[in-house]
């Protein structure tokens, strides 16, 4: 159970999105709403988000307020630029949050999270001050040489699909990012390199990422279904 403390939120939405085909995702509509209001309103309702921010490319900065203006998100602190790499974003992000003892991180691009998942991560988070939404991967997955030859079958019973919420505390986070070296996808893979532990609770197959506009289509068909 998640005891009451101040709580920040990250929404990293800095992406170029060069597999869209020229489609501006975090501005596309998914069941009549863009997907970056949608996020921004989950987290804005959530019980235990205190304070969030907005993290955009710098091109999108105006737009995304403009979006955002007149939507009621009380808890909105800010709406700041990114940087080239996605680490570079979140670090921005944590440079503008309001102080916080909890850090919520999560892509923009993951339209379909819910408050749920937002508890569930604050909640496993406690036990090691770090934790990381994420699915069992249900298909076989096998590692390649660099010419495209199998070089073994990996065990699928212990292998997760990362996602997004990543719930951390502030210290530890700041700390991961202050030593941060070299490119990284995943925020948890910084605390990892320190040497805490990082606890995986229940994602969602549903708690898609867009990355082509085939997920856009496959995104309003989920919503629809949530809907109905």
């Not at 800095?14 to 509509?29: C, L, N, Q, T, V």
């Not at 304070?51 to 800010?78: C, E, P, W, Y």
């Not at 503008?96 to 691009?109: R, T, Y």
């Not at 991967?137 to 997760?160: F, H, M, N, S």
Request: one cysteine or more; hydrophobic letters at 45%.
């Amino acid at each position: 159970m998640f005891k009451s403390q101040t709580v920040g939120a990250i929404i990293v939405a800095a992406g170029r999105g060069e597999r869209m085909g020229g489609i501006d995702k975090i501005f596309a509509p998914l069941g009549g709403t863009a997907v970056l209001e949608r996020v921004a309103t989950v987290f804005d309702t959530s019980p235990y988000i205190d304070h969030f921010v907005i993290v955009l490319t710098q091109d999108n900065v105006t737009r995304g307020k403009h979006l955002l203006d007149g939507k009621n998100l009380s808890k909105l602190a800010k709406v700041c630029p990114g940087g080239l790499r996605r680490q570079d974003s979140v670090e921005a992000g944590l440079k503008n949050l309001p102080p916080c003892k909890w850090v919520v991180i999560h892509d923009g691009a993951r339209p379909l999270v819910g408050a749920a998942l937002i508890t569930a991560g604050l909640e496993a988070a406690q036990e090691t001050g770090a934790a990381v939404a994420a699915v069992p991967v249900i298909d076989t997955i096998k590692q390649a040489d660099d010419g495209g030859y199998v070089k073994e079958t990996l065990p699928r019973a212990r292998l997760w699909a990362v996602q997004t919420p990543q719930v951390f505390r502030s210290d530890i986070i700041k700390e991961a990012y202050r030593n941060a070296t070299g490119d990284v996808t995943d925020d948890a893979a910084l605390v990892e390199a320190l040497g805490y532990r990082v606890k995986l609770y229940m994602g969602a197959y549903d708690n898609i990422k867009l990355t082509t506009p085939a997920d856009l289509t496959l995104a309003e068909a989920l919503w629809q279904r949530k809907e109905g």
